[in-house]
């Protein structure tokens, strides 16, 4: 056996392995992408609903300080 067939025999199983595993690789990056994509889209709708409560206790403080404003006027 010449030193050619035994880098032959040693290195395309190599290669082969390695093509495998860059392809997993590459498929695990695409799904941990998209599960990614769907956080990104849960993180917004928590930030809207933050907005949303935000927004509304405002209005409720608003409301709580013009009846307390009356409460003192007739005080």
Partial sequence: MT???LYI???VP???NA???GLVIAYIN???G???ARFDGIDKRFDDMRD???AELRRVEEVLDARLKQI???G
């Fill in 3 to 5: 030193s050619e067939q």
């Fill in 9 to 11: 025999l040693v290195g």
């Fill in 14 to 16: 190599m290669l082969f």
């Fill in 19 to 21: 093509t495998l595993i």
């Fill in 30 to 32: 695409a799904r941990f």
């Fill in 34 to 36: 998209k599960v990614d």
């Fill in 52 to 54: 949303l409560w935000r």
């Fill in 72 to 74: 003192e006027e007739r």
